[in-house]
């Protein structure tokens, strides 16, 4: 009974935050065990619509990307802080930007202990989360001028003596 009131008191203080990613991103840096849940929180906060800007901002996803930095140098395999690892991961990446490659790639490289798959497999996940929110909009901006390029080139074809002759 008593397990079951601490993990509720847990979850209504973190609920009790305003469920501002900013505030969940100090619960990452503390070494209490609002962190793990504070990493699930804000994984999802930043899946959500509420809070696009923050996917855009090199500084927050800097700060986190340390947490993760820090908490892969811990070297911690026990459960607690192998699932922040793999919710902090997963957080960055659904980030725009991508300064957090770097330590994504370090997380998906890291394993001393056969617990740390399920952090590879995160940060393996938000690399190819990351490498999409990152090619969709170059896409979507480089493909009209690529197809005003190729009816420029198609037209500069056709008008030439020697596509005049292939057509």
């Known amino acids: ?9 847990l979850f209504t203080s973190l609920a009790s935050d305003t469920g501002d ?5 100090e619960h990452l840096r503390s070494n209490t065990d ?26 927050f996803m ?14 911690e395999t ?4 192998v699932q922040f690892r793999s919710f902090v991961c997963r957080a960055l990446g659904h980030f725009h930007i991508a300064g957090s490659l770097p330590t994504l790639v370090r ?12 952090v590879r497999l995160s940060a393996l ?14 896409a979507e901006k480089l493909l009209p001028q690529a197809a005003a390029l190729a009816r420029k080139s198609s037209d500069a074809v056709r008008s030439s003596p020697a596509g005049a002759e292939t057509a």
């Open 78 to 81: 026990t459960e607690q802080p």
């Open 34 to 59: 609002k962190r793990w849940h504070a990493a699930f929180y804000l994984a999802s906060a930043l899946a959500g619509d509420e809070h696009l800007e923050l996917r855009y901002d090199p500084k």
């Open 125 to 138: 996940e938000a690399i190819a989360q990351l490498t999409d929110n990152i090619r969709r909009p170059l």
């Open 21 to 25: 990613p900013r505030t969940y991103l």
């Open 107 to 118: 997380a998906a490289d890291t394993q001393r202990d056969p617990n740390e798959v399920e």
């Open 62 to 75: 800097a700060d986190m990307a340390q947490v993760l930095d820090q908490s892969i140098d811990s070297g």
């Open 1 to 9: 009974v008593a397990a079951i009131v601490g993990v509720y008191l």
